[in-house]
């Protein structure tokens, strides 16, 4: 992975290049982007699309819209992200965007980087927005059996689990758990751990914020164990496709079971081990840049095609 430093400046500086390119270029070359998709699995991607843009019949875009060249750049990493796969688009097809944090499904149709988990989403279509922040892996070459036996946590008492994480293991002698920041009592408080530090522990916990969890993509493409309670919002990571006890260990919201799932692990190594490997496999299946460019492409496609500004790629119909 690249030092993170210079993978921001990276970041801004090819985004800032694309920026500058007539969208004439990338419209010409939108076929040939999407011929990507030839050889993926056709099925996962149909169902990827399926997921992220689950919008079934027409709709209008008129009211509350903007033209795509008119999307705002004042949060420029949603803007990076969402005209990656905009600008292979004429300027003037109109959308619904919504950036930040969103935890609510909006009213209308609308482009959006996370929403509630659950079946009545429909409104809030997906797209890999702010994934310079939520799509980082790291490099972890100490094994999971030569890390130390305890639970780390970092972050923000910014909701009720949170607080009770922190309440009960803030001085518990197998948890290295604290805040870094927020109103906390200071017995909470606790020294910064940047993400290597915490990678020595055999034990992360990954907690939403204001939305998802920032740390559960980097926790899940390490040789670490994620312990978080089941998510409640989800983001272009499919979070709600997570399975506890697959891909992570599911803990209860109280955290009250917490312990007992530390010391079952403790002493069922090879469980755990399985765990993480099909973290790692999950995490890696959104690694390939050319096949999520293509999918991003199709998600804005059929979001308008049904609302009859465009006519559809037979995949997205």
Not at 18 to 39: C, H, M, Q, T, W
Not at 129 to 141: A, C, I, S
Not at 277 to 295: G, I, M, N, P, V
């Amino acid at each position: 992975m690249l030092n993170r430093t210079v993978a921001r400046v990276l970041y801004y500086t090819q985004n800032t290049v694309r920026d500058a390119i007539p969208r004439r270029y990338f419209i010409a070359k939108r076929s040939g982007v999407l011929n990507a998709l030839e050889k993926a699995d056709f099925a996962e991607i149909s169902s990827r699309l399926g997921y992220y843009n689950k919008l079934s019949g027409p709709f209008s875009a008129s009211s509350g819209s903007h033209a795509i060249e008119e999307t705002r750049r004042d949060r420029s990493r949603y803007y990076f992200d969402f005209m990656e796969a905009a600008r292979y688009f004429d300027g003037d097809l109109r959308v619904r965007t919504m950036f930040g944090d969103i935890t609510h499904v909006p009213d209308l149709p609308t482009i959006v980087k996370s929403r509630p988990i659950g079946d009545t989403n429909h409104n809030s279509v997906l797209m890999k927005l702010d994934k310079f922040r939520h799509f980082q892996g790291v490099n972890d070459p100490r094994p999971f059996a030569e890390k130390q036996s305890r639970i780390v946590w970092r972050g923000s008492p910014n909701n009720r689990l949170r607080h009770a994480l922190l309440e009960k293991f803030y001085n518990h002698p197998s948890f290295d758990v604290g805040s870094t920041g927020g109103s906390a009592p200071t017995d909470w408080q606790k020294p910064f751990l940047s993400i290597s530090d915490q990678l020595r522990y055999r034990y992360i916990v990954s907690i939403e914020g204001n939305d998802v969890a920032t740390n559960l993509k980097w926790i899940m493409s390490s040789n670490s164990l994620c312990f978080s309670p089941r998510p409640k919002y989800e983001t272009w990571y499919m979070e709600g496709r997570l399975e506890a006890g697959r891909h992570y260990v599911e803990i209860r919201d109280d955290m009250a079971d917490i312990e007992e799932k530390f010391h079952y692990y403790e002493t069922h190594p090879e469980e755990a081990k399985k765990i993480i490997d099909e973290a790692q496999t999950y995490f890696k299946s959104f690694l390939d840049e050319k096949t999520e460019l293509a999918l991003s492409i199709l998600v804005l496609e059929k979001y308008l095609s049904l609302s009859g500004q465009l006519q559809a790629h037979s995949i997205s119909k």
